[in-house]
């Protein structure tokens, strides 16, 4: 059982470049995040998914887009690269709406990104 | 909106040394709170959660955590401290029935010797 399995772990794109970054669950999670890491301010959520078919922006959703066309991938898009966009990005999943004992986020290992 | 201060950025304490590590948090509604630590290069792990009923939680790993809506706390304590809980500790929120998590800028926790 992976969990959640983010792909590619390190990459280094110059400015101006378009990537995609791969977000992958096989727990038939239903809610995927995307989540960027900075150093000194946690967490900011980009976007969300809480089904296939659907995504909602976040706290910091510019210059980033998503797309969940099955409901095991999430998919995170960079058009245009900037450096601000140097960061630690993180992918997580949950069971469903609503909390409960063991509806909780199961996280992704994390990629880097560096943008030259 | 919805936010957490995790005041200390670094906090080192000696093995077998007790620890607590400060969040507060601001949320009108009832809050949803939990810790995450962070290993180095690794991805986020629950430590503990707090829903309802008992304020004082058990988690992983020997710690706990015990919410205060007096003083929109929800600090983390171990008694003991070893080597290996060296991490980056977060605190977050849960909005929107717990589907949304607002986190904190993280507390990074270096054990001495």
């Known amino acids: 059982n992976a969990g959640v399995t983010q792909t590619p772990k390190f990459r280094v794109l110059k400015t101006g470049q378009s990537m995609t970054l791969l977000c992958a669950q096989d727990m038939n999670h239903e809610y995927m995040y995307w989540y960027r890491q900075d150093p000194g301010m946690g967490l900011r959520l980009i976007h969300y998914?809480?089904?296939?078919?659907t995504t909602a922006k976040g706290e910091v959703p510019d210059g980033y887009n998503v797309s969940r066309l099955k409901k095991q991938n999430f998919l995170l898009g960079l058009e245009s690269a900037a450096p601000s966009q140097t960061s630690v990005y993180f992918c997580?999943?949950?069971w469903g709406r609503g909390p409960s004992g063991a509806n909780v986020l199961t996280f992704g290992a994390g990629s880097r990104l560096t943008v030259l | 909106a919805q936010s957490v201060t995790q005041p200390d950025i670094h906090i080192t304490v000696s093995e077998g040394a007790s620890l607590e590590l400060r969040c507060n948090y601001s949320y009108g509604a009832t809050p949803y709170l939990f810790w995450y630590v962070q290993s180095p290069g690794q991805g986020l792990q629950l430590l503990l959660k707090?829903?309802?009923?008992?304020?004082l939680v058990q988690g992983i790993k020997g710690f706990e955590a015990e919410f205060k809506r007096s003083q929109s706390s929800f600090n983390l304590r171990k008694p003991s401290v070893h080597w290996s809980d060296a991490a980056e500790y977060f605190c977050?929120?849960?909005?929107?029935?717990?589907?949304?998590?607002?986190f904190g800028g993280g507390t990074r926790l270096m054990v001495k010797p």
């Open positions: 998914s809480v089904g296939e078919g």
């Open positions: 977050a929120v849960g909005v929107n029935a717990g589907n949304m998590l607002t």
């Open positions: 997580a999943s949950k």
């Open positions: 707090y829903f309802s009923g008992d304020t």
